[in-house]
Each structure stands twice: as structure tokens, then as C-alpha cells.
């Protein structure tokens, strides 16, 4: 793994640096003087120290950091996107052929995309533009083949954070390698020993003293107080089995809790994800016995996990706008509409709408829809 810090607030690159900017946002709270003025100050090295020492921590997100990483896991990348305070750019494995996949499990993702191209030929919608059809199909295809592949395999991606996030991803990250390093659950070995990396290629910019302040963790890993899922009320929550591939998908809504329950075994042993055209043309029995060989060793992307989801009702509305749509990675729209068809307040709350697609509502979409509507929600790729 290879990280480059690419861009900073102000083109910061000393931590110093950017602790004292976070110094001189502070001081606004606490002086008359206007910020040219402020910015004339010599760093009251005390006030820093005060401000460490105390817990006023907020004034240090003030400073953003960009983050270039080549040869990321995947698997570490979720860890990043789960959290909240970030900005993230990645290759998708939806719209680009994968790279750098161990030998076999390139041999197949090669081997479904071949054996699926023609399955989706022929029931992808008719479209005007062949050109246009065939790089479809061709997508659809790396979007179910990349479920063989693990989710270790390395992206590219560019991520932003600010400094005090950053503080506590690297203390997180201390703690979770202390804790799970050679502790015999493969999956955390794994993580752990990236994680390590990242923590040798950052060390420059970790400020002493800017250590989390609460009881937060990592929190695909953390729960919180668990409450029974219900789809009662303003606040929903909701148990249900989703692959690596489709959490990562679901990461992209930030304003909604996704935590891991389980199903982080080697082995597999929740199962896999297995996408309607493979059942359709019965090809499920082969589709799972490369998963099998995969899972031996591995952790493809398949593998089924239980996700804990849970959030506010505005935000699985924002959430079903977008995924209950023929765009949508189908996993994550049929999860998406198996909540809604639940959650009954949300019903109540939108009506008929609820469960229709957002072209079906009269919200334009910036890309037509081959789909024609319904028929997206019924959709086998």
C-alpha cells in the first residue's frame, strides 16, 4: 500500500503547521481582532497546549487532508468509508476491470464475465446506441464477475479527511493492531496488518495529545447499544444478510449506521450472495463452488455477512431515491426495497410513492433509464 498526501488546507504539509492553523480558528472564538490580524500572531505554544490537553479538539477539523492511495485493500477501504467525516473518490470495480486479483481468482472473474456477457445480452433492454448497449452489458458483467474476487483485493482511491479524524482513525487503528495482530480471526489478522501500514506511512502527522475524547470505535465493528430492529417510528433498524460488495455500496450513504454482526468467518460460513440471472439460468451450483475455493482461503466479496443497519427516516428516503432505481447495484436496491417494503412509517409517511422508483414520481433523472421504470425494480441484473 502506498499513500501520498496530495492536498492540505492552505497547502499545509508540516503537522505543526496545521496545528496552528487549528490554533488560530480557535482564537476567532475568543478575540476582537479580525482574522488578518489573527493570522499576524506568533503560535501561543500555551494556548495549543491548553487546547490539547482540554479536549477543544473541533477547532483542528478545520484542516483537510487528501489522501492518494494506490494498492488499498478493499476491505481496509470500507473500514474508511464507514466512518463519517470523509470525502472518498475509488475505483469502481462496477465501471473498470479489476486489477491486481491473486491468479485464481483472476482466472474466475474472467471466467463469469465470459459466461455472463451473453446471459445479460439477452435480456438487457433493446437501446438505440449498440455501442452504447454493449459497454452496458459489459459492466453488468464486471459488476457480478468482481464477487469472486476477495475483498483485499487492491483499489486505487483518493480520500479526504481533516486532521482531527485522522487523529482518530490513527489511534483506532493502534488499538485495533494491538488487539487483533496474530489474534487468530483471520479477517482482523488481515486488517490489522494494513492497517499497520497505513499507520508507518502516516506516523508524521499524528499529534500527540489529539486522541478521542469519547468512548467512539471503529464502527463497522461497533454496534453501540444495539436495539431491536424495528421498522416502527421515525428511527428504523433492520438485521439482514448483504455481501462485502453490496456494504461497501451502501457505505456511499453516510447519514445512515452500518455495523458487522457477524459472517467475518473464513470459510463463508453466512454463504454467498448469489445475483438472480446466475439462479435464473441455473448456474448457482457452479457459481457457488468457485465461491467455495475462494472462501478456503480467502474472503470474496460474495460472502455474506449480518449488517446491523439502522437511521433516521429522511434518510432512507434519501437512500430509496437513489437505489430503488435501474442505475443501482442490484444487490443494494433489493435490500433497499425489502427495508422499504417493511417500514411501515415510511409507507405512511410517502404514500404510493414509497415503493415506486423516483422516475415513476416525477423527479427527473439525469440518465434515462433503459429500465422503463418498474420494470427496475423487477430487474434479474
Given at each position: 500500500?502506498?499513500?501520498?498526501?496530495?492536498?492540505?488546507?492552505?497547502?499545509?504539509?508540516?503537522?505543526?503547521?496545521?496545528?496552528?492553523?487549528?490554533?488560530?480558528?480557535?482564537?476567532?472564538?475568543?478575540?476582537?481582532?479580525?482574522?488578518?490580524?489573527?493570522?499576524?500572531?506568533?503560535?501561543?505554544?500555551?494556548?495549543?497546549?491548553?487546547?490539547?490537553?482540554?479536549?477543544?479538539?473541533?477547532?483542528?477539523?478545520?484542516?483537510?487532508?487528501?489522501?492518494?492511495?494506490?494498492?488499498?485493500?478493499?476491505?481496509?477501504?470500507?473500514?474508511?468509508?464507514?466512518?463519517?467525516?470523509?470525502?472518498?473518490?475509488?475505483?469502481?470495480?462496477?465501471?473498470?476491470?479489476?486489477?491486481?486479483?491473486?491468479?485464481?481468482?483472476?482466472?474466475?472473474?474472467?471466467?463469469?464475465?465470459?459466461?455472463?456477457?451473453?446471459?445479460?445480452?439477452?435480456?438487457?433492454?433493446?437501446?438505440?446506441?449498440?455501442?452504447?448497449?454493449?459497454?452496458?452489458?459489459?459492466?453488468?458483467?464486471?459488476?457480478?464477475?468482481?464477487?469472486?474476487?476477495?475483498?483485499?483485493?487492491?483499489?486505487?482511491?483518493?480520500?479526504?479527511?481533516?486532521?482531527?479524524?485522522?487523529?482518530?482513525?490513527?489511534q483506532q487503528f493502534e488499538i485495533f493492531v494491538r488487539e487483533h495482530r496474530s489474534s487468530g480471526d483471520d479477517f482482523k489478522d488481515k486488517l490489522a496488518e494494513q492497517m499497520q501500514y497505513f499507520l508507518e506511512?502516516?506516523?508524521?502527522?499524528?499529534?500527540?495529545?489529539?486522541?478521542?475524547?469519547?468512548?467512539?470505535?471503529?464502527?463497522?465493528?461497533?454496534?453501540?447499544?444495539?436495539?431491536?430492529?424495528?421498522?416502527?417510528?421515525?428511527?428504523?433498524?433492520?438485521?439482514?444478510?448483504?455481501?462485502?460488495?453490496?456494504?461497501?455500496?451502501?457505505?456511499?450513504?453516510?447519514?445512515?449506521?452500518?455495523?458487522?454482526?457477524?459472517?467475518?468467518?473464513?470459510?463463508?460460513?453466512?454463504?454467498?450472495?448469489?445475483?438472480?440471472?446466475?439462479?435464473?439460468?441455473?448456474?448457482?451450483?457452479?457459481?457457488?463452488?468457485?465461491?467455495?475455493?475462494?472462501?478456503?482461503?480467502?474472503?470474496?466479496?460474495?460472502?455474506?455477512?449480518?449488517?446491523?443497519?439502522?437511521?433516521?427516516?429522511?434518510?432512507?428516503?434519501?437512500?430509496?431515491?437513489?437505489?430503488?432505481?435501474?442505475?443501482?447495484?442490484?444487490?443494494?436496491?433489493?435490500?433497499?426495497?425489502?427495508?422499504a417494503r417493511e417500514y411501515r412509517t415510511y409507507q405512511n409517511a410517502y404514500g404510493e410513492d414509497a415503493l415506486n422508483p423516483k422516475c415513476l414520481q416525477g423527479i427527473k433523472c439525469p440518465s434515462p433509464c433503459?429500465?422503463?421504470?418498474?420494470?427496475?425494480?423487477?430487474?434479474?441484473?
Open positions: 500500500m502506498k499513500i501520498e498526501l496530495i492536498a492540505s488546507t492552505g497547502g499545509l504539509r508540516d503537522v505543526n503547521g496545521m496545528i496552528g492553523f487549528g490554533l488560530r480558528c480557535a482564537r476567532v472564538c475568543y478575540t476582537s481582532k479580525d482574522w488578518d490580524q489573527i493570522q499576524k500572531e506568533q503560535v501561543n505554544e500555551q494556548l495549543l497546549e491548553r487546547l490539547i490537553r482540554s479536549g477543544h479538539h473541533s477547532v483542528f477539523e478545520h484542516v483537510s487532508l487528501t489522501f492518494r492511495f494506490d494498492e488499498l485493500p478493499k476491505a481496509l477501504a470500507m473500514i474508511f468509508n464507514n466512518e463519517k467525516q470523509y470525502a472518498s473518490s475509488e475505483k469502481s470495480a462496477r465501471y473498470t476491470i479489476m486489477s491486481g486479483m491473486e491468479p485464481h481468482q483472476k482466472e474466475l472473474y474472467e471466467k463469469w464475465m465470459a459466461r455472463l456477457i451473453p446471459e445479460i445480452d439477452e435480456i438487457y433492454p433493446r437501446i438505440k446506441d449498440e455501442g452504447a448497449r454493449e459497454e452496458a452489458i459489459k459492466k453488468l458483467a464486471q459488476e457480478n464477475a468482481r464477487y469472486m474476487t476477495s475483498v483485499f483485493t487492491p483499489i486505487r482511491m483518493v480520500h479526504t479527511v481533516n486532521l482531527r479524524q485522522l487523529n482518530f482513525l490513527q506511512q502516516t506516523r508524521d502527522l499524528r499529534v500527540c495529545g489529539l486522541d478521542n475524547q469519547t468512548n467512539r470505535e471503529l464502527s463497522l465493528f461497533s454496534a453501540g447499544r444495539l436495539t431491536p430492529a424495528t421498522t416502527e417510528g421515525e428511527v428504523y433498524s433492520r438485521v439482514y444478510l448483504l455481501s462485502f460488495a453490496g456494504l461497501a455500496q451502501a457505505h456511499r450513504h453516510r447519514t445512515i449506521s452500518y455495523n458487522i454482526l457477524g459472517g467475518t468467518e473464513r470459510g463463508a460460513k453466512s454463504g454467498f450472495f448469489v445475483p438472480p440471472i446466475v439462479r435464473v439460468k441455473g448456474l448457482e451450483e457452479e457459481w457457488i463452488k468457485d465461491l467455495r475455493q475462494v472462501a478456503e482461503t480467502d474472503f470474496p466479496q460474495a460472502q455474506l455477512l449480518e449488517v446491523y443497519e439502522r437511521g433516521r427516516i429522511e434518510d432512507f428516503r434519501s437512500k430509496a431515491l437513489l437505489r430503488l432505481c435501474g442505475h443501482a447495484q442490484l444487490e443494494i436496491m433489493r435490500t433497499t426495497l425489502e427495508t433503459v429500465w422503463s421504470g418498474r420494470r427496475a425494480l423487477e430487474r434479474i441484473v
